[in-house]
């Protein structure tokens, strides 16, 4: 059972260009989330999706940030219009459900960085 | 707000012996904690985790304590080796919804 998937592992933009981040969930798994690691500090959660919809964006920046999970394919972090404060790793993580709606725990993908020049 | 927190940034131990690992926490809402280990340019792992209704989980080397009332976990892991070496992060959550992770602590294993 292969892991979660993401690409690409490294990114670089320049800024003011857009960067697309992928994820491919643990088979079996319908519940993605996206995390940032900025240099010397913990995961930020971003985005909690299902397929087709956004269930929890509460972390996510108002403008420029946008994330799907459509029913058929990877999930996508947009980041529009870069700027350097962008640089850092991103996770993907996902998680499936017991049939009493439980969650299990969350499995990270290797994580994309992306460097904003 | 930090809602979870790791005070300790690094904790060295010789091997063998036993790496303690503290997180404390100020929602009590939260009902459920983890314990991952990232190792650089990876993405964490989970190691071991707790419901709010225990105060006790063991696999292998690995046990987690809760303390409800201090509102503090921690992470046992004994007999330390050198490969236990990386940064360890307490995460939280509520609602089956987002994790909630402190700021990690790095563990060294020395020989």
């Known amino acids: 059972n292969a892991g979660v998937m993401q690409n690409p592992r490294h990114l670089v933009r320049r800024r003011g260009q857009e960067a697309r981040l992928r994820c491919s969930p643990m088979?079996?798994?319908?519940?993605v989330y996206w995390y940032r690691q900025l240099p010397e500090e913990g995961l930020k959660f971003m985005v909690y999706?299902?397929?087709?919809?956004?269930?929890?964006e509460s972390g996510m920046p108002k403008e420029r940030f946008s994330a799907e999970f459509p029913k058929e394919g990877p999930s996508i972090l947009r980041i529009q219009q870069v700027v350097r404060g962008d640089s850092a790793a991103y996770f993907c993580?996902?998680?499936?459900?017991?049939?009493?709606?439980?969650?299990?725990?969350?499995?990270f993908g290797p994580g994309t960085r992306l460097t904003v020049t | 707000d930090q809602q979870v927190k790791q005070n300790s940034p690094s904790l060295s131990v010789q091997e063998g012996r036993i790496s303690i690992l503290n997180c404390d926490y100020t929602?009590?809402?939260?009902?459920?904690f983890l314990w991952y280990k990232k190792y650089p340019a990876e993405g964490p792992t989970f190691l071991i985790s707790?419901?709010?209704?225990?105060d006790k989980n063991e696999d292998g080397r690995f046990t987690v304590f809760l303390n409800k009332s201090a509102k503090h976990l921690s992470l046992h892991i004994v007999p330390s080796q050198p490969g236990d070496s990386a940064v360890y992060f307490c995460?939280?959550?509520?609602?089956?919804?987002?994790?909630?992770f402190g700021t990690g602590t790095r563990l060294q294993v020395f020989p």
């Open positions: 707790i419901s709010s209704i225990k």
């Open positions: 999706l299902q397929k087709e919809n956004i269930i929890d």
């Open positions: 993580a996902s998680s499936q459900e017991t049939s009493t709606g439980y969650l299990y725990e969350q499995y």
């Open positions: 995460a939280a959550r509520y609602n089956t919804d987002k994790l909630i």
């Open positions: 929602n009590s809402m939260f009902d459920y």
């Open positions: 088979k079996g798994h319908s519940h």
